[in-house]
């Protein structure tokens, strides 16, 4: 019995809601969303991202990387980060991203 605690038994398997994915560069990627809880003012959820690339501008932010294959470079500093599961990573807000994705990404993220 989880009394309300458990939120997903399968993280990979938790329904998302379709999202904006962005300004699209390749491809047709799809975007889901699932917000999951609030926590000391911070936003807790789930967000996938199918194959392509997008342009965003960041909020601030701490993820991990359920699933999936990626690359997201830092267009203001010229940096890249590879992502595979397991990759924790910090975006800052405002920062200008570019998320080459190369098989469906999924990441649990707190934003505050």
Same mark, same amino acid.
């Given at each position: 019995?989880?009394?309300?605690?458990?939120?997903?038994?399968?993280?990979?398997?938790?329904?998302?809601?379709?999202?904006?994915?962005?300004?699209?560069?390749?491809?047709?990627?799809?975007?889901?969303? #699932?917000?999951?809880?609030?926590?000391?003012?911070?936003?807790?959820? !789930?967000?996938? /991202?199918?194959?392509?690339?997008?342009?965003?501008?960041?909020?601030?932010?701490?993820?991990?990387? /359920?699933?999936?294959?990626?690359?997201?470079?830092?267009?203001?500093?010229?940096? #890249?980060?590879?992502?595979?599961?397991?990759?924790?990573?910090? /975006?800052?807000?405002?920062?200008?991203?570019?998320?080459? !994705?190369?098989?469906?990404?999924?990441?649990?993220?707190?934003?505050?």
């Amino acid at each position: 019995m989880s009394d309300g605690h458990v939120l997903a038994q399968d993280a990979l398997a938790f329904p998302l809601s379709p999202y904006d994915a962005g300004e699209v560069v390749a491809g047709s990627p799809a975007a889901g969303l #699932a917000s999951l809880a609030t926590v000391g003012g911070a936003s807790v959820g !789930i967000w996938e /991202l199918s194959e392509g690339t997008v342009r965003d501008t960041e909020a601030d932010e701490v993820f991990v990387v /359920l699933a999936g294959e990626a690359t997201v470079r830092f267009l203001d500093s010229g940096g #890249a980060v590879e992502l595979r599961p397991g990759s924790l990573v910090r /975006l800052r807000a405002g920062e200008r991203t570019e998320w080459q !994705i190369r098989s469906t990404l999924r990441k649990l993220y707190v934003s505050g």
